[in-house]
Every structure is written in structure tokens, then in C-alpha cells.
């Protein structure tokens, strides 16, 4: 009766039977694997149903932000330029006023866009580049902090879309800064491993590592530890590299964290 019950959505109990002759406990240990199994299935479809319902979220927020920001802007822009017509009016004031307001507005602006991004990361352009280049272009701007560079081939083409790829690491090098102990100078380490058929980045930090309690959270929207974090980071990314049909998994502990990045290299232009 127990298979009988068996679901994916449910909590599914093992069978266990003294006394069951080879076959029938042969077949009832591969009804327990197939508990596991499910259970693995469901925790997936979970996790990405709240993904799901964070984008949805995401995107009204954004779209809720965005609305008013429009008028606001036409209002003041038309405020500003009737009171310059008058002389006897308090200009320095209302000149103040003004750039306050446009300034609030643009930062409401740059919010929903960051919220908007996540929840409708366009599809990527997908342009044959040169992944060794523009990494290493786009850890330059991290000037004054410790990022080594290494890769195994002076040049590797794949399909990428450069400003995506830009955001990827970005995001990654910004996490293993802020990841730093306390009173250490953080170290990052970012390698390029071209293998037979795919292509392996590795972001390395000297940082605290991932306690256990949150490892499986990570990944999640709006999941943050930092007080001044979104927690948009590592979904952005997770989300442009799965676009890329890559995937991204780390390994953490008391030395500190690395992402690893694999890029499938099949179906890619020969050099
Ligand atoms: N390299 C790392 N070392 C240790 N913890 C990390 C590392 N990268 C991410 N984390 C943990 O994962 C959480 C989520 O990271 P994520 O980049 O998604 O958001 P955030 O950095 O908190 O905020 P945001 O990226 O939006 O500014 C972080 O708050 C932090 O606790
Ligand atoms: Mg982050």
C-alpha cells in the first residue's frame, strides 16, 4: 500500500521489512532509491518554483518603481524652468530643491532597473569573443585590489554575450572582496582551464567561506547576509551563466570560497 502512495509532492516513507526473501528485498531496496530520487526531484521543482515567484515579484516591483518616475521627472523639469523666469524667487532654493528631487528619482531608477534586470535578463547576444580578453579587461577595473589572472590558452572563442559575461564576474570578484576576514587584505585568484570539451573559470577568494547553514540558499533571489546587499548578485549570475547553457557550483571552507564556472566548448567555431 505504501507504493500505492508514493508522490512527488508528498513526503514518502521507506519501506522496511525484516524477513523479506532476496527478491522481494531486492525490489523493495529499489523502491528506497527511488524515495531518495524523489525527494531530490521535489527539493528541485521547490526551489524552482520560488525562483519563479521571486521574478515575478522582481518584475512588479520594478514596474511599480518605474510608473511614477516619468511625471515626477516632467513635473520638476517644468517647476524648475517656471521659477527661473522669476527673479524676485528664492533661486538657490529652488535650484536645490530641484537637483534633490532629480537625484532621488534617478536612484529610484537605478533600483528598479537592478530589480527588472534580474527578472527579465534579456537573452544573451551570443557573439563569437574571446573569453581570456574580456576577462581579463574586466578585472581591470578592480584597481588596487590583489586579482591574479591565469589562463591555460592565450586565447579562448566561444559564444558569449560580452556585457553579460561582464556582470558574471563582476559580481563574483565583488562577493570574494566582501567575503574578507576581518583585518586581511583580500586575495582573489580568477584561472581559465580550457578542457577537451568545455571550459572552466574559477573565481578563488581568501574570504570566510559559506557557512553550511546558508549553502543551500545562496543562489536564491534576495537572499543576502550584508546589510547593505540585495542579494541579487549570485541569481543574476546563476541566470546569465544557465542562459550560456553553462552551469556554476563552489567549493567552500575555512581558506575561503571558489565558484567554478563551466562553459560547454561543443558546437563552437573552431580556432
Ligand atoms: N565568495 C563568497 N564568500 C562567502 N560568502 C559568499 C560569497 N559569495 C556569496 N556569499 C554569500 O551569499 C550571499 C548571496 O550573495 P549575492 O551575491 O547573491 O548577494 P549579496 O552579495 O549579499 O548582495 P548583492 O550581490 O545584491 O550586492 C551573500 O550575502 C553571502 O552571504
Ligand atoms: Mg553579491
Redesign the pocket.
Known sequence: MKIDQTGLLKQNEKIQLKNATRDISSIINSYNNMIDELEKSAELLARTQREQAWQEMAKQVAHEIKNPLTPMRLTVQNFQRKFSVKDDYDKGKVAEFSEMLLEQIDTMSEVANAFSDFATLPTPKLVESDLVKITRRSLEIFDGIDVKFNSSHKEIYLQLDRTQWIRVIT?LI???I??SKQGRVPKIEVTIIKEVKSVKIKFI?N????PES?QSK?FEPK????TK???????IVKNIVNSHNGSIKYE?GKKG?I?IITLSLLNQPHH
Open positions: 559580481n565583488q562577493n570574494g566582501q567575503a577568494d574570504g570566510k567561506g559559506i546558508i545562496v537572499f543576502t547576509t550584508k546587499g540585495m542579494g541579487l548578485g549570485l541569481g567552500t570560497t565558484f
